[in-house]
């Protein structure tokens, strides 16, 4: 059985060691093997270090950490050989690094599967930084190599930025799930079940998609409307603040039409947590131990629907 | 009471314009007392006359300002390059001039093996010269199928292994997919290994250890010796790791009586974040011997032109190549620019595509706005393909550039045929606008990339001659005067060192090369060939010793 491992990808300033905190934070008996670049750039909390021995840091439940410097392959060999065995392997990429040579490498290693590259990006800067001179090519080619976007720092922003950011986004990577949070909010559980594609019997078609911000209820709302009109689709993506009804939710997205796939993950009012699919116009529903990071979030839902035609839903 | 000792030299270039030439140099404490006429150095008191250098040519001691530790740690394998070249120890090591000729040097070595598990490495294979014929695994299970083998490119970037070690190493599998491991016919690796991601994997299993590259005390004593027998007394290593251990080690061979060179180490950027960088930097320092010089800085910006991972600017590889890599994030070269600069730190960037060279001036002039400082040394390393308006950027950042000349020679032909094309080719290593535009300049052979010798280096920036023998670029040729000051002088101002070596006059350190023959009298045509007698260092003298 190999071992799941996930790539974290992204600029200087992306967010990308906040995420492998809160990985570690939120491990829960996983024994992760977190591989860096190097330590200089390493900032892992204090609290989770328990001791170091050259290259290798021992972590709190059982987690290490590993600088690779300029030999990832040969790091990515020890974790896979490493007992007691690795659960979860993390690689938290230099911020010049190309997702994709660093999938390359992983691929190379007998023991490891690669589970997702993920792309971390500043929502304040990133739109930005994707017209630098120097560094513009290379956050292009970070978000296209990403199987998933979390859009960080949203709370930094204003909602007319954002907006522009999701539309500019949806625009550029128009299939994606882009997830946006703040402080990487995101537990591991979340992180894994976000980078995971839905099972989508028809190839999709180009769920083209995502979007802006606007406030609805109690819930953070993100919808961009018109992101170019050769879409087809547009997208909208919520941060849940109050417990949904998992069968009432269903009802609500398959009673719209329009909605062509949804992807969630949210509490019911008796805690129990739930994880949402909605490929077509069926859901399905499977209860999950799933955390979602900040106790704060009560849910998260992105929905894809037909330009256009995004429904008002009442989410809180 | 110490003693003075005066040589006496067929003719000493002293590169000091108010009194370029001389017959005697007096040495006290090891440095220079005078240069001048024996009369003159007779007026410092009671002396010896040394006669052994008088039919020789004294320079200023060469100074190598860039090359790197690995230069030495070489060639304790077994060498396999085309052209026949002496090692540390002055035993020649023939050419191969055949891909058996190759093979048949690697059988030699393990024949001459005790024991049955030590690796066979070789280095320095150059197959550019045997056309289409490639290196597999099989040729080199013929050398040994039990033991390790392992040939390292003259490039440095492809190594190829035996069967053994792809089998070590777990990459003898079907589903090995990736752009470093081409197949052969039965779908296995053939044990090219291309580039670092390939490569690094396996050095483990080759006993190619880092640390062994970095610089063990063997690979530091032969560096010296290398440095001795091309009339090199002060060389630069871009860049080490420098751990407390490995600077132990430079400190104590470098401390020994008879170390041959003054060794310059900068200290990488890789693996440390700029803050931690300046603050080792600065620790470095106060570690400081006359023999070992520490508490700078390098910086790589992008990759290599050859390997297509240098920035370029518009338009791009003349083969349309995709663009190359960044190395270090602008972000992180500002930061460390600033901090190194309010630090008093010296910094050295490498960059080799122009786009490179912008970013790093781009990062420059914010820096020297936040922390302005007059003197601050800041070079750029190889800076290949600068134009004259980045030379006149340079200028006005007060930066000076230690150039790759020797590229012309080993690679010109490539690049005007592949990489950046005949026009670009052709201002590569632009020497003369350099001068002309006033920045500092120094130029390298970026050792074991190229093999050091200041002047055949000297030679490229004086001839840039191909290695089909046409010149690249004319108008960019310097005279030989300027390329001697390049390798003395310039490359000691490019180490902040020019007040203590670099030219021979009082008060200096008695470091000289010795020639055979005078480069101001030889053609220029003929500056490679000329015989090196060996160097004194401190006023103690190595000759160049033949095995």
Known sequence: ?316 | MTTTRIFAAKRILTMNPARPEATHVAVRDGRILGVGSLDELRGWGPSELDETLADKVLMPGLIEAHAHMMAGSLWRFVYTGYFDQAGPDGRVWPGCRSLPEVMAALRKAAAEMSDASTPVIGWGFDPIYFGEQRCSRHDLDQVSSTRPVALLHASGHILNCNTLVLQRADFLRADVNHPGFPLGADGLPTGELRGPEAMMPVFAHVGLGRELLGGDEVGIRAFGRICNRAGVTTVADLAATLGDGEVDNLLRVTGEADYPARVVSFLRLIGLSPKDAVARAVALREKDSERLRLGRIKIVADGSIQGFTARLRWPGYYNGAPQGLWYTAPEAVRECFELALKNGVQVHTHTNGDEATDMVLDCMQQALKTQPSPDHRFFLQHCQLADAAQFRRIKALNMGVNLFSNHIYYWGEQHAAVTVGPERAERMNACRTALNTGVPLAIHSDAPITPMGPLFTAWCAVNRLSSTGRVLGESECISVAQALHAITLGAAWSLGLDGEIGSIECGKRADFCVLDADPLEVAPQALKDIGIWGTVLGGKVFEVTSA
């Open chain 1, 1 to 316: 059985m190999s071992i799941p491992t996930l790539i974290i990808g992204g600029y200087l300033g992306a967010g990308k060691t906040s995420l492998v905190n809160q990985m570690l934070r939120s491990a829960n008996g996983l024994r992760i093997a977190v591989l860096v670049n190097d330590f200089g750039d390493l900032n892992i909390d204090a609290d989770l270090i328990q001791g170091q021995d050259g290259d290798l840091l021992s972590l709190a439940g059982g987690c290490v950490c590993c600088s690779f410097g300029s030999d990832l392959v040969a790091a990515l060999m020890q974790m896979a050989a490493r007992q007691p065995r690795v659960d979860l392997v993390l690689i938290e990429t230099s911020g010049v690094a190309v997702p994709g040579a660093v999938a390359r490498s992983v691929r190379l290693v007998a023991g490891l599967r690669l589970q997702a590259i993920v792309g971390l990006l500043d929502a304040e800067t990133c739109q930005a930084r994707s017209q630098d001179r120097y560094v513009g090519d290379l956050i292009l080619q970070q978000l296209h190599e990403a199987d998933v976007l979390l859009l960080n720092k949203v709370d930094l922003v204003s909602e007319a930025a954002l907006a522009a950011c999701l539309q500019w986004l949806a625009s550029v990577r128009p299939t994606a799930w882009v997830w946006p949070c703040q402080q990487a909010d995101f537990s591991l559980e979340f992180l894994l079940e976000a980078a995971r594609p839905i099972p989508d019997p028809v190839a999709d078609p180009a769920a083209d998609a995502l979007a802006t911000l606007d406030h609805w209820g109690g819930g953070e709302r993100y919808r961009v409307p018109g992101a170019g009109h050769e879409a087809a689709f547009e997208s909208a993506a919520w941060t849940l603040s109050a417990a949904q009804d998992p069968q009432q939710l269903c009802r609500t997205l398959e009673g719209q039409p329009s909605i062509v796939r949804a992807k969630g993950y949210f509490k019911d009012a008796a805690g129990r947590q739930w994880l949402l699919h909605k490929v077509g116009q069926r859901c399905e529903l499977r209860e999950s131990s799933l955390a979602l990071g900040s106790d704060a979030v009560a849910g998260r839902l992105v929905v894809i629907a037909l330009r256009g035609q995004m429904p008002q839903l009442m989410l809180a």
